[in-house]
């Protein structure tokens, strides 16, 4: 429970004030155990991070990654004369980048924009019955 109060993205200092007396021994040793654990807690700090912002890095670190690995690969309007699985592998690549692409755009879509479209979609296929 302590460690639970004490974490979180934080610093936390903490004072612990004891009484040189012998009539406050226990109270002293109890503070001072109190005290030891507390500094025995260590906590990773975290970026508090909204979940689509997270996905929309990730997915440019990924197309960054993949444009490099088609780069150092000929790039795609160059002919590559090796063997079939390199030339499938590039196709896989590229298409892997175009989705990412397609998702990072929908993504940064806003919420209205996406009711329009599932408005669209919806009168769409009531045409269709």
């Known amino acids: 429970m302590l460690q639970n109060a004490l974490g979180g993205n934080s610093k936390t200092y903490m004072i612990c004030a004891i009484r040189p007396g012998a009539k406050y021994f226990d109270e002293t040793v109890n503070t001072l155990k109190y005290a030891d ?3 025995q807690i260590k906590n990773t700090a975290v970026i508090n991070e909204n979940p689509q912002d997270k996905m929309i890095r990730e997915l440019k670190e990924e197309n960054e990654k993949l444009k490099k690995q088609l780069a150092e690969s000929g790039g795609g309007s ?3 004369k090796e063997d079939e699985e390199s030339k499938r592998q ?4 590229k298409e892997q980048l175009e989705a990412n692409q397609r998702q990072m755009e929908e993504m940064n879509k806003s919420w209205e924009d996406k009711l329009k479209d599932a408005k669209i979609a919806e009168d769409i296929e009531e045409k269709r019955l």
Do not use: P, Q
Not at 90 to 93: G, P, Q, R, Y
């Open 78 to 80: 160059v002919e590559i």
């Open 37 to 39: 654990r507390a500094k």
């Open 90 to 93: 590039l196709e896989l690549m």
